[in-house]
């Protein structure tokens, strides 16, 4: 009777962890548009910071993600249970601080260089004269872990929604698995990329003449001339990003509008020739623009609630 009971349970376990698996395999799959956007955005947020500091402001950033991963899973459990109809407000406010977030860094930059050119005699740097270097990455890192928090979300809800007709206990488990391989995913990722320099350096200055030698230090330069243009177009990447993820969320989020840029969609596919592939790219250029929209308006009622508070 007990070894009958065992191995019941025994089975119970496999069903339960096979589930887990297919419905973690199908979230994957659903949130691998989310994990680029996630990938190109905070490869972005800890651009700028000093050679040696790069890879602890990176584990300092997945420390803050799987923290983040700490509150957003609970709270998904707790809305899925008792207010499923929250999910989609939730979103799009995280969707509008995302496209706030996108807009403030086009603004600041556009700030910047304007005073670039009317100072142009300055040789100190805004970095040098405004902060110190732990100021800074500080401030690096809480603006990464923000946006990660966001991100987060969106990859929860996906997965929330995949896995909704499931039990709560492979909700939950499908869930954590998720949360884990993204967070690792994506910042193992981004050391890897921002040290890419490092890398190139290290293959560039091997010794010897074997074939093996010489590839090495070809790799070595090559990913040495690519590491600063690719740095920069992440930079580019991530603030375009944050629009297509966040006007995305609104679209979806504003049926009307969804609806419009799907229509636009299906007259682009059926054109001949380029149609297919124009299909794939108008709707989170549309996204984007919504985004850019959303952005400037969420900062200039800001920045007008900031001057009323004085």
């Not at 983040?68 to 995280?94: D, E, R, Y």
Request: proline fraction near 3%; hydrophobic fraction near 55%.
């Amino acid at each position: 009777m007990a070894g009958a009971s065992l191995l019941t349970l025994l089975d119970d376990i496999a069903s339960i962890l096979d589930d887990i698996a297919v419905m973690s395999k199908v979230a994957a799959k659903k949130t691998a548009g989310v994990l680029g956007d996630d990938l190109a955005l905070n490869a972005q947020q800890v651009t700028g910071v000093s050679a040696d500091r790069e890879l602890p402001v990176v584990w300092a950033v997945a420390l803050g993600s799987f923290r983040n991963k700490l509150i957003l899973v609970p709270a998904a459990m707790l809305i899925s249970a008792f207010i499923p109809w929250a999910v989609t407000p939730l979103l799009m406010f995280g969707g509008l601080f995302l496209c706030y977030e996108g807009f403030e860094k086009l603004h600041h930059s556009y700030q910047h260089l304007k005073d670039k050119q009317q100072h142009q005699h300055t040789t100190e740097t805004p970095l040098a004269q405004h902060t110190d270097l732990a100021t800074y990455e500080a401030e690096k890192v809480k603006g990464a872990i923000r946006t990660d928090f966001v991100l987060s979300a969106e990859i929860i809800a996906i997965t929330l929604g995949v896995v909704a007709d499931m039990p709560l206990s492979t909700q939950f488990f499908t869930l954590a698995v998720i949360s884990m391989v993204m967070t690792i995913g994506v910042y193992g990722l981004v050391a890897a990329i921002v040290k890419m320099d490092d890398a190139g350096l290290y293959l560039s200055q091997r010794q010897g003449q074997t074939l093996m030698m010489q590839l090495n230090r070809k790799l070595g330069f090559a990913l040495l001339n690519a590491a600063p243009l690719l740095m920069k177009s992440l930079s580019i990447i991530g603030t375009a990003a944050m629009f297509m993820v966040g006007g995305g969320i609104l679209t979806h989020g504003i049926h009307r509008i969804g609806e419009q840029i799907h229509l636009v969609q299906q007259a682009v596919d059926s054109l001949a020739m380029i149609g297919p592939l124009l299909g794939l790219v108008v709707p989170s250029i549309l996204n984007g623009l919504v985004g850019v929209l959303a952005g400037a308006i969420a900062v200039v009622a800001m920045a007008g609630i900031t001057r009323l508070r004085g």
